[in-house]
């Protein structure tokens, strides 16, 4: 068992975000997107698919029994508020807020390195699996507001990650939840770097 993951076994759900497919400009196309989340409050369903209320704009990409719910380390959004201020786009002084980059879930005390593919969240009533890291696109680097967001979320492994339902129920913000560990060969960072390893060649 790796040393790292013995302090990180429980976290906490510190918000839940949905949203609805919205116009977004990429490059100077006019596209929708449903990567614009804000917060729920109270209790929510989580189906197979996600959480109620929730869309995805390209089922190719998003969504899905694999898919179904992203979620992000809410640790990272104080580095990507810095990023985006440093790389040009000084208009957006505003501290980003949970749901931002696109999260449903903005989780307290795990993070991509300690997360491995199989591993679950318990939350009691609910369990998500961990099946994959996040690709970000375009529609990411339109959000952030500069041209290099998809690359820094690649090369920090700030990236978040992909969750499939084992068993559906109510969630609601403030819930702590355990790792019960999977077989634990892919850590969710080691996924990503991966990933862009074959994108690269």
């Known amino acids: 068992m790796p040393s790292s993951f013995r302090h990180v076994v429980s976290g906490t759900l510190i918000s839940i975000q949905t949203g609805q497919v919205r116009p977004l400009m990429v490059g100077g196309r006019k596209m929708v ?75 307290q005390g795990v993070l991509e390195q300690d997360l491995f593919v199989g591993d679950c969240l318990n939350f009691g009533d609910v369990v998500l699996r961990v099946t994959q890291p996040r690709e970000p696109c375009g529609k990411f680097n339109a959000v952030m507001g500069y041209a290099g967001a998809a690359k820094d979320m690649v090369d920090s492994g700030r990236c978040g990650f992909y969750l499939a339902v084992d068993k559906p129920g109510t969630l609601r913000a403030g819930a702590s939840f355990h790792v019960v560990q999977g077989h634990r060969s892919v850590s969710i960072l080691q996924a990503l770097q991966y990933k862009a390893w074959k994108h690269r060649r």
């Open 33 to 107: 997107s449903a990567i614009g989340k804000t917060a729920v409050a109270g209790p929510i369903e989580v189906g197979v698919l996600g959480l109620a209320g929730d869309d995805q704009a390209d089922l190719s990409v998003h969504g899905g029994l694999s898919k179904a719910v992203y979620a992000l380390p809410s640790e990272h959004l104080a580095w990507w508020q810095v990023q985006r201020q440093t790389r040009g786009a000084t208009m957006f002084e505003e501290a980003l807020t949970p749901g931002y980059l696109g999260e449903n879930l903005s989780l």
